[in-house]
């Protein structure tokens, strides 16, 4: 491996335009199918997971010479794994199911002339076409068009060269599916260790708290503690900005590959301009070599052009009620700190949960989403102030909505009612079935639909919002008991405000089937039902709560593949054909085939 120092970086500048293999992601899987079926996987060949923060997808449309869409991405891709990204109206067998997130982003909108880059930060690190060519992207002897591509085996590292890129691919008649897993020629072992920042850049909230730089070594056997120093060097904003920043020393101990830095960012009393800070890597020891990308930009955004910061307040200082159960705190300002539970269940605009250590509260804007995407588990801030509407007590009329970190989410509260205390926090409902189940209908409500439900004692409404998966697939409705977990909400037109409690799921791992009819069980899973319509549930045994699940046909073809991490897994696939498929689980090192027929 060629060895890169910060005093010969002038002589070697050509070199260190070029990433080292298996240092890097790129792009192991192109589909360009009939209508919507659109999907880009990404590969991880390094020995070390890598956070997305700071990775997007380039769409350069028809031509154009600078990115016409841009899709940012978040999550994690473990060593050796793949990140799907997939259009939200791909098929709901073949593709959408093998996705870690579908969008209906114009970035994954191609049609066989739109070039395609993976970003990370400002570095472009792999490209698919040729920037500023409006024809079809020209493969090897095939056209981007009507066709799915796997990356070569041999291929170890993103090329910018479309000439050296284009030969790299693997055709495939279009519709033609391999998503979910990629294979590589693996590279050998560095005998160097060098350090790198990754992403090189990143775009964070201007508020108070902490962000952590991200830091890598490239060889997993290195062996002795090895230091670098991360130092602040410039850009517009002040080393007061971070808590009077100048420089902290990172250890990556024997076999580290992976560290993080966490910088403090001062809270802010008024509004501020956007900033920058640009840090490098310097000083190491134990032998580590600084790597090509030693340099990181970190911008924080403006924050809150059109007023102040507002003191930080517990929610539960604005969610009380009056006589009539009707919020008493209507109109006051507030800023509050909370972890977002569920999903958006607005199309535009937002519509989520926030709690934190003393309540819960529905966050509410009609159309905007300040550049926030909802992810359950960030820990954000929120300023506006309170709202009510029909026996909901939300947060409204928003100005500020920023990710600060993220947090542990609480086990969903077991309850044997729905009412105020319920509002706006995680609840189950144990033991429940359809009172009446033509009222379970995906195909009827453009909008949703809600369902009455009982244990036999209380019955309760459980709304199925359009934007959870469990309409978007068309789950199939229970046909026996079962257990739902949701968050709390509320549903009342007029005063007072004490009835219409609601429970809102949110995604189909939150409806939990009981029935045992004609299960598979072994030691590893309980599968049922069994017959099924192409929707049946694996429970995992032995305390695990992680699998990969792979259908296949009895031609041994295989239909489906999905990596869970959760003890119960719900599958989902109404547009199986009907016939006898095997199902295998492999959880660690343990692996359990069954059959299963599915009748439709």
């Known amino acids: 491996m060629k060895k890169f120092y910060l005093l010969m970086m002038a002589v070697v500048a050509t070199a260190s335009l070029f990433a080292q293999p298996c240092s890097k992601l790129f792009f192991s899987e192109y589909i360009e199918g009939s209508s919507n079926n659109k999907a880009i996987e990404i590969y991880n060949p390094t020995a070390s997971a890598v956070n997305l923060n700071g990775y997007k997808i380039c769409n350069y449309t028809n031509g154009a010479v600078a990115p016409s869409f841009t899709f940012n991405l978040s999550g994690v891709i473990a060593a050796g794994d793949v990140y799907v990204i997939a259009n939200n109206l791909a098929d709901t067998v073949t593709i959408r199911p093998l996705a870690d997130t579908s969008t209906s982003a114009s970035a994954m909108n191609f049609n066989g002339n739109d070039v395609l880059a993976l970003v990370n930060g400002t570095d472009t690190i792999d490209r698919i076409g040729e920037v500023g060519l409006s024809s079809d992207i020209q493969f090897d002897t095939t056209t981007g068009k009507d066709h799915s591509y796997v990356r070569n085996a041999n291929v170890q590292q993103g090329t910018l060269d479309w000439n050296t890129g284009k030969l790299q691919w693997i055709t495939y008649a279009v519709n033609t599916v391999h998503l979910g897993n990629h294979t590589m020629t693996p590279c050998g072992a560095p005998t160097d260790t060098s350090v790198v920042f990754s992403p090189t850049a990143d775009v964070v909230a201007m508020t108070a708290g902490t962000y952590g730089i991200n830091i890598n070594v490239n060889n997993p056997a290195h062996v002795g503690s090895k230091n670098v120093n991360v130092v602040l060097t410039g850009g517009t904003g002040s080393a007061a900005d971070l808590n009077n920043y100048t420089t902290q020393t990172v250890t990556f101990p024997t076999a580290s590959v992976n560290q993080t830095l966490n910088l403090t960012l001062t809270q802010y009393g008024t509004a501020q301009p956007a900033k920058t800070f640009i840090f490098k890597l310097r000083n190491t020891t134990g032998g580590l070599l600084v790597g090509v990308d030693s340099i990181f930009t970190l911008t924080i955004a403006a924050f809150n ?10 929610i539960s200082n604005f969610t009380g009620l009056d006589a009539n159960y009707a919020a008493d705190s209507v109109g ?120 009455d439900v009982t244990d036999g004692v209380g019955n309760w409404v459980v709304r199925i919002d359009e934007q959870t998966d469990i309409f978007k697939t068309n789950m199939a409705k229970p046909v026996a008991n079962f257990d739902v977990i949701g968050l709390g909400a509320q549903f009342d037109t007029s005063a007072p405000y004490s009835s219409g409690y609601q429970l809102y799921p949110r995604y189909h791992q939150d409806i939990i089937v009981h029935t045992s009819i004609n299960e598979v069980n072994d030691n590893i899973a309980r599968i049922y039902p069994n017959p099924n319509n192409g929707n049946f549930i694996i429970e995992l045994k032995n305390n695990t709560n992680n699998a990969e699940v792979k259908l296949f046909d009895l031609a041994g073809r295989m239909v489906y593949n999905t990596k869970e991490n959760s003890g119960t897994i719900h599958i989902n696939l109404n547009q199986m054909n009907a016939g006898m498929y095997v199902v295998e689980v492999k959880s660690g090192d343990l692996v359990s085939r069954n059959k299963i027929t599915v009748q439709q």
């Open 332 to 451: 006051v300002a507030v800023r509050v700190h909370g972890t977002v539970y569920g999903i958006n269940y607005r199309s535009a605009g937002l519509q989520f949960f926030i709690h934190d250590a003393t309540d819960g509260i529905q966050v509410f804007a009609p159309t905007k989403t300040f550049g926030y995407t909802v992810t359950e588990g960030d820990s954000i801030a929120v300023q506006g102030t309170v709202d009510f509407f029909r026996g909901m007590t939300q947060l409204g009329n928003l100005d500020t909505v920023y990710k600060i970190g993220t947090h542990a989410l609480v086990s969903p509260t077991l309850v044997p009612d729905l009412d105020e205390t319920t509002e706006s926090e995680l609840v189950r409902l144990n033991n429940v079935h359809l009172i009446t189940p033509s009222q379970w209908d995906t195909t009827a409500h453009s909008s949703g639909f809600s369902v």
């Open 305 to 314: 052009p059109g007023g102040t910061v507002l003191p930080l307040s517990n």
